[in-house]
Structures are given as C-alpha cells and as structure tokens.
C-alpha cells in the first residue's frame, strides 16, 4: 500500500507564492515519475508539471517560466514552487507518481488527496 500526502495548499493573492509538497510513503521500489495535476472547478484534471527520476521535467505552456517542479528521490517528495500565481491558477492541486511495489515490483499509479489552491484577484 502506497500514500501520497499532499500539503502547502491555501489561498494567496495575485502575484503571490506558494510551495507544494506531496511525501511518498508506504512498500515502494522506486519512483519513475512524479507530477503535479490540477483540477478547476468544472475542467478536466490537467498536466502541470512532472520530473523523471534523472530530473527532467516538463511543464503545461501556461505555467512555464512561473512554477518550478522538483524531487528529493531520498525522501520521495516532490515539490511544486508557484510563483506570480494567477486567478486561473485556482484549482485542486493532485500529486501523481508513477511508481513500482517493493514487493510485487508491479508498476502502477498511485494519486494524493488533493490540496486547494485558490488565487484571488
């Protein structure tokens, strides 16, 4: 059994900050990728940013140059820095990893809670 825990979530002021983290815990192998999906309210959950085990990520067009993803492959976290944040930025934040069981050495998918952010104007 796998758990994401998501936290750092809440709500900022346009052009304001904030950090999300997302710990990986349970009977796990090795972590393949990690990401960061959003869901706004009536949208499709959507790509935000994810990283390889080696460190190369890749971004959604409309959060380049603003967030910044990054892992600690020691702890198995992930974090999503979000800078100059937007009002369209508001949604519930989900961290993804693509990971293999300890055990089984089976890959499958895990997902966290989900954490809201909300950016006013």
């Known amino acids: 059994q796998v758990q994401l825990v998501e936290s750092g979530g809440g709500l900022v002021q346009a052009g304001g900050s904030l950090r999300l983290s997302c710990a990986a815990s349970?009977?796990?192998?090795?972590?393949?990728?990690m990401a960061w999906y959003r869901q706004a309210p009536g949208k499709q959950r959507e790509l935000v940013a994810r990283?390889?085990?080696?460190?190369?990520?890749n971004y959604a067009d409309s959060v380049k140059g603003r967030f910044t993803i990054s892992r600690d492959n020691a702890k198995n976290t992930v974090y999503l820095q979000m800078n100059s944040l937007k009002p369209e930025d508001t949604a519930v934040y989900y961290c993804?990893?693509?990971?293999?069981?300890?055990?089984?050495?089976?890959?499958?998918?895990?997902w966290g809670q989900g954490t809201q952010v909300t950016v006013s104007a």
């Open positions: 990283v390889t085990s080696d460190g190369t990520t």
């Open positions: 993804n990893a693509d990971l293999t069981f300890y055990i089984t050495r089976i890959r499958d998918v895990a």
């Open positions: 349970g009977s796990i192998f090795s972590i393949n990728v």
